[in-house]
T-cell receptor, first 113, second 113 residues
Framework: GDSVTQMEGPVTLSEEAFLTINCTYT??????LFWYVQYPGEGLQLLLK?????DKGSNKGFEATYRKETTSFHLEKGSVQVSDSAVYFC????????????FGKGTLLTVNP | DAGVIQSPRHEVTEMGQEVTLRCKPI?????LFWYRQTMMRGLELLIY????????DSGMPEDRFSAKMPNASFSTLKIQPSEPRDSAVYFC???????????FGPGTRLTVT
């Protein structure tokens, strides 16, 4: 079945540091890939998405490229801010009529001033 | 535009009591999802509906859990009787057919003592 594996946290960085959170997946067909962010005490918010190979999703300085050859969708940001502290979830949606999102376990990011 | 609305935001109840969680999806969305989030198991899809009809309830943990969607703007998740292991944050999400991304509500934090 479908699965998502993302790097174990927690990740602690200083402000303005470079961020990478690794995500790899296993799926049949051609899934859509997502990064969601969850701020403390809140629900999940869609951060970015990519629906086909080589697509790059981007939002708020975050980027991720859909790499079919390595089945990866790593999240990157060039310069993190304290306000980026949150839990980040990688997720996939298989193609076709399946609307079940499969999530990774989440990575807690803490950015210190 | 209002997002997904969930109520209550917090619920504390005693073991054996009935608990009802409520969700109002984004207007016009025709898919509705119920998720449960715990530290141990992460995010789990419990059930989802399309056009008010349950499509997949394979994630519902046991017969104590039931979900309904009587109309396009309202859904409930009921636990009867509740148990301490049901303590979790329950999220509702909605999406529009063809638009793969899901929009999450703020969640209901349930504590069963």
């Amino acid at each position: 079945g479908d699965s998502v594996t993302q790097m174990e946290g927690p990740v602690t960085l200083s402000e303005e540091a470079f961020l990478t959170i690794n995500c790899t997946y296993t799926a049949t067909g051609y899934p859509s890939l997502f990064w969601y962010v969850q701020y403390p005490g809140e629900g999940l918010q869609l951060l970015l998405k990519a629906t086909k190979a080589d697509d790059k999703g981007s939002n708020k300085g975050f980027e991720a490229t859909y790499r079919k050859e390595t089945t990866s969708f790593h999240l990157e940001k060039g310069s993190v801010q304290v306000s980026d502290s949150a839990v980040y979830f990688c997720a996939l949606l298989s193609g076709g009529s399946n609307y079940k999102l499969t999530f990774g376990k989440g990575t807690l990011l803490t950015v210190n001033p | 535009d209002a997002g997904v609305i969930q109520s209550p935001r917090h619920e504390v109840t005693e073991m054996g009591q009935e608990v009802t969680l409520r969700c109002k999806p984004i207007s016009g969305h025709d898919y509705l999802f119920w998720y449960r989030q715990t530290m141990m198991r992460g995010l789990e899809l419990l059930i989802y509906f399309n056009n008010n009809v349950p499509i997949d309830d394979s994630g519902m943990p046991e017969d104590r859990f039931s979900a309904k969607m009587p109309n396009a703007s309202f859904s409930t998740l009921k636990i009867q009787p509740s148990e301490p292991r049901d303590s979790a944050v329950y999220f509702c999400a909605s999406s529009l057919q063809g638009a793969r991304e899901q929009y999450f509500g703020p969640g209901t934090r349930l504590t069963v003592t």
